[in-house]
Protein backbone atom coordinates (compact mmCIF):
# COMPACT_ATOMS: atom_id res chain seq x y z
CA UNK A 1 0.00 0.00 0.00
CA UNK A 2 1.20 3.90 -0.47
CA UNK A 3 3.07 5.03 2.08
CA UNK A 4 2.56 8.23 1.74
CA UNK A 5 0.24 10.84 -0.12
CA UNK A 6 1.29 11.53 -3.51
CA UNK A 7 1.08 15.01 -4.70
CA UNK A 8 1.89 16.24 -7.97
CA UNK A 9 2.20 19.65 -8.84
CA UNK A 10 4.13 21.91 -11.41
CA UNK A 11 5.03 18.87 -13.04
CA UNK A 12 6.52 17.50 -10.21
CA UNK A 13 6.75 13.57 -9.80
CA UNK A 14 7.05 12.18 -6.12
CA UNK A 15 8.09 8.46 -5.58
CA UNK A 16 5.52 6.20 -4.17
CA UNK A 17 6.48 3.97 -1.81
CA UNK A 18 4.74 0.64 -1.39
CA UNK A 19 5.74 -2.27 1.12
CA UNK A 20 6.26 -5.72 -0.17
CA UNK A 21 5.89 -9.25 1.16
CA UNK A 22 8.50 -11.88 -1.00
CA UNK A 23 8.20 -15.48 -0.58
CA UNK A 24 10.60 -18.33 -1.66
CA UNK A 25 8.68 -21.68 -2.97
CA UNK A 26 8.40 -23.57 -0.19
CA UNK A 27 10.06 -21.15 2.11
CA UNK A 28 7.51 -19.95 5.24
CA UNK A 29 9.98 -16.98 6.10
CA UNK A 30 8.91 -13.52 5.29
CA UNK A 31 11.37 -10.47 4.11
CA UNK A 32 9.82 -7.23 4.04
CA UNK A 33 11.57 -5.11 1.55
CA UNK A 34 10.28 -1.53 0.06
CA UNK A 35 10.41 -0.93 -3.76
CA UNK A 36 9.54 1.72 -5.72
CA UNK A 37 7.05 2.42 -8.33
CA UNK A 38 7.33 6.32 -10.10
CA UNK A 39 4.65 8.63 -11.44
CA UNK A 40 5.29 10.03 -14.43
CA UNK A 41 3.60 12.32 -16.93
CA UNK A 42 3.05 11.18 -20.25
CA UNK A 43 6.24 13.28 -21.96
CA UNK A 44 8.26 11.17 -19.96
CA UNK A 45 6.11 7.97 -20.44
CA UNK A 46 6.59 7.93 -23.78
CA UNK A 47 10.47 8.17 -23.89
CA UNK A 48 10.82 4.87 -22.04
CA UNK A 49 12.01 1.73 -23.61
CA UNK A 50 9.75 -1.44 -24.69
CA UNK A 51 9.17 -3.71 -22.12
CA UNK A 52 8.46 -1.08 -19.45
CA UNK A 53 5.76 -2.49 -17.24
CA UNK A 54 3.14 0.88 -16.44
CA UNK A 55 -0.39 0.77 -15.28
CA UNK A 56 -2.50 3.73 -16.51
CA UNK A 57 -2.57 6.05 -13.36
CA UNK A 58 -4.97 8.40 -11.59
CA UNK A 59 -4.93 10.26 -8.47
CA UNK A 60 -4.99 7.19 -6.05
CA UNK A 61 -6.32 4.96 -8.89
CA UNK A 62 -4.11 2.40 -10.52
CA UNK A 63 -5.32 0.96 -13.54
CA UNK A 64 -4.32 -3.01 -15.25
CA UNK A 65 -1.20 -4.24 -15.53
CA UNK A 66 0.30 -3.19 -19.30
CA UNK A 67 3.85 -3.85 -21.23
CA UNK A 68 5.03 -1.03 -23.09
CA UNK A 69 6.46 -1.64 -26.87
CA UNK A 70 7.63 0.56 -29.15
CA UNK A 71 6.83 4.12 -29.30
CA UNK A 72 5.66 5.49 -32.74
CA UNK A 73 6.59 8.80 -34.03
CA UNK A 74 7.37 10.26 -30.63
CA UNK A 75 3.08 10.66 -29.54
CA UNK A 76 1.83 7.29 -29.63
CA UNK A 77 2.96 3.82 -28.50
CA UNK A 78 2.50 -0.21 -28.29
CA UNK A 79 1.09 -2.15 -25.25
CA UNK A 80 0.14 -5.21 -24.10
CA UNK A 81 -2.24 -6.16 -21.88
CA UNK A 82 -2.18 -8.36 -19.11
CA UNK A 83 -5.57 -8.67 -18.39
CA UNK A 84 -7.75 -9.42 -20.80
CA UNK A 85 -5.67 -10.95 -23.11
CA UNK A 86 -7.36 -13.25 -24.96
CA UNK A 87 -6.15 -14.99 -28.22
CA UNK A 88 -8.95 -13.50 -31.08
CA UNK A 89 -8.62 -12.78 -34.25
CA UNK A 90 -11.12 -9.45 -34.24
CA UNK A 91 -12.81 -7.77 -31.24
CA UNK A 92 -16.20 -9.60 -32.43
CA UNK A 93 -14.31 -13.04 -32.23
CA UNK A 94 -13.23 -12.02 -28.69
CA UNK A 95 -16.66 -10.60 -27.34
CA UNK A 96 -17.57 -13.86 -28.52
CA UNK A 97 -15.20 -16.26 -26.97
CA UNK A 98 -15.82 -13.91 -23.77
CA UNK A 99 -19.70 -14.19 -23.45
CA UNK A 100 -19.39 -18.34 -24.36
CA UNK A 101 -16.70 -18.85 -21.43
CA UNK A 102 -19.51 -16.71 -19.10
CA UNK A 103 -22.22 -18.99 -20.27
CA UNK A 104 -20.53 -22.04 -20.18
CA UNK A 105 -17.08 -22.04 -17.79
CA UNK A 106 -14.93 -22.69 -21.16
CA UNK A 107 -11.25 -21.70 -20.67
CA UNK A 108 -9.95 -19.38 -23.32
CA UNK A 109 -6.23 -19.42 -24.96
CA UNK A 110 -4.67 -16.17 -23.61
CA UNK A 111 -1.85 -14.18 -26.03
CA UNK A 112 0.34 -12.55 -23.78
CA UNK A 113 2.61 -11.84 -26.96
CA UNK A 114 0.19 -9.56 -28.79
CA UNK A 115 0.24 -6.25 -29.07
CA UNK A 116 -1.79 -3.24 -29.72
CA UNK A 117 -2.35 0.41 -30.80
CA UNK A 118 -2.76 3.16 -27.91
CA UNK A 119 -4.00 5.66 -29.94
CA UNK A 120 -5.67 7.55 -27.60
CA UNK A 121 -3.21 10.76 -27.69
CA UNK A 122 -4.22 11.64 -23.97
CA UNK A 123 -3.33 15.31 -22.64
CA UNK A 124 0.80 15.83 -21.52
CA UNK A 125 -1.23 15.84 -17.83
CA UNK A 126 -1.84 11.86 -18.07
CA UNK A 127 0.05 9.88 -16.05
CA UNK A 128 1.65 6.08 -15.63
CA UNK A 129 2.73 4.16 -12.54
CA UNK A 130 5.86 2.56 -13.85
CA UNK A 131 7.26 -0.46 -12.52
CA UNK A 132 10.73 -1.05 -11.56
CA UNK A 133 12.84 -4.08 -12.31
CA UNK A 134 12.99 -5.09 -8.72
CA UNK A 135 9.08 -4.44 -8.76
CA UNK A 136 8.80 -7.01 -11.78
CA UNK A 137 10.75 -9.42 -10.02
CA UNK A 138 8.90 -9.32 -7.06
CA UNK A 139 5.73 -9.34 -9.10
CA UNK A 140 7.30 -12.89 -10.92
CA UNK A 141 8.26 -14.74 -7.39
CA UNK A 142 4.62 -13.60 -6.20
CA UNK A 143 3.00 -15.26 -9.51
CA UNK A 144 4.71 -18.22 -9.58
CA UNK A 145 3.38 -18.83 -5.41
CA UNK A 146 -0.49 -19.10 -7.71
CA UNK A 147 0.85 -21.95 -9.67
CA UNK A 148 -0.54 -25.36 -8.30
CA UNK A 149 3.48 -27.16 -7.75
CA UNK A 150 3.93 -24.07 -5.45
CA UNK A 151 1.00 -24.48 -3.55
CA UNK A 152 1.70 -26.98 -0.46
CA UNK A 153 -1.86 -28.32 -0.76
CA UNK A 154 -1.49 -30.00 -3.78
CA UNK A 155 -4.25 -29.50 -6.66
CA UNK A 156 -4.36 -25.40 -7.46
CA UNK A 157 -7.14 -23.74 -4.95
CA UNK A 158 -7.00 -26.81 -2.69
Not at 3 to 12: D, I, R, S, V, Y
Not at 77 to 91: H, L, T, V
Request: proline letters at 6%; hydrophobic letters at 30%; a negative charge.
Amino acid sequence: MPAGQLLLEHGERQDVYIDRHEHAAGDSSQSRGKCKVRIVKRPEFLKMPPETLYSPYGHCYFGGLMIKGDTLNGNDWCYQEIAGAIDASDSGEWSDMLFRSAETGESLPMDFDCEGRDGAFEPDETMYAVYEPKDVEYLINRLKRCLPQANTGGEHGA
